[in-house]
């Protein structure tokens, strides 16, 4: 597994930024992106510029041990992006659309994308980046802010899944589950407990969460492969 810090200055944001990346196999068949949740302040961001966020090692590496091969890329929430409010400033939407599709994974743009979003991350995956053509599924970790008025692409052959622990203050919160509850009902989303976990990263950083989801975009993309 090769893994490094991708750092660019950005046009549109018109600012640095950046992602951590890392690359399983020589011919990697899909993307796999995961955008990090809210509450970390510009120091905080400029400060993982400089390293490589180490809690994806270990899946990682035993993937790689199991000669998979794509490329994932995290993608730490931005500090001046107001994802909360995508609703009234369409524009701030649009340029961060326009941000990740043309910037920050464009070196990636012939793989075809599965998208997946930890807390607020959902409100940075799943507000348009889902119609692309290349996107082929997705999931939430703990999600914060799904968008309401999320609808299940014709094109993905599976539902978004949402993913949750039994003690994730976020996911249970009203509005969350209220969101949740809708999309599952519209025929949208599945909803998967997991057995143990806060509202924290790592704990989804297993096996039977960013592991399952991981292993659901493979599936789906050998088949996309195949057909």
């Known amino acids: 597994m090769n893994s490094y810090k991708r750092v660019i200055h950005s046009e549109v944001l018109n600012r640095m930024a950046h992602a ?36 994806f090692e270990p899946l990682l590496q035993e993937f790689d041990r199991r000669s998979m091969e794509f490329v994932m890329v995290y993608v730490t929430s931005p500090y001046d992006v107001p994802y909360n409010r995508f609703v009234s400033e369409p524009e701030a939407l649009a340029a961060w659309n ?58 993905w052959p599976v539902k978004l899944r949402l993913y949750s622990t039994p003690n994730d203050w976020v996911s249970k919160h009203p509005a969350n589950r209220n969101i949740a509850e809708r999309l599952v009902a519209g025929g949208h989303a599945e909803l ?11 704990n989804y950083c297993t096996m039977d969460g960013l592991g399952a989801l991981i292993r659901i975009a493979d599936e789906q993309a050998q088949a996309l492969n195949q057909g």
């Not at 998967?192 to 790592?202: A, N, V």
Request: aromatic residues 12%; proline residues 4%.
């Open 98 to 155: 326009k941000h990740i599709t043309t910037e920050l994974l464009e070196s990636w743009n012939s793989l075809p994308m599965f998208i997946s979003g930890f807390s607020g991350g959902a409100a940075l995956a799943f507000n348009g980046l889902e119609k692309e053509t290349r996107c082929f599924g997705g999931g939430t970790f703990g999600g914060d802010q799904i968008p309401l008025s999320f609808v299940r692409p014709k094109h």
């Open 20 to 55: 951590d990346v890392f690359e399983l196999g020589a011919m990697q068949k899909f993307l796999f992106v995961l955008f990090g949740g809210s509450g970390i302040g510009k120091e905080g961001y400029e400060a993982r510029s400089r390293s490589i966020v180490p809690i």
């Open 192 to 202: 998967i407990q997991l057995r143990t976990g806060k509202h924290s990263l790592s």
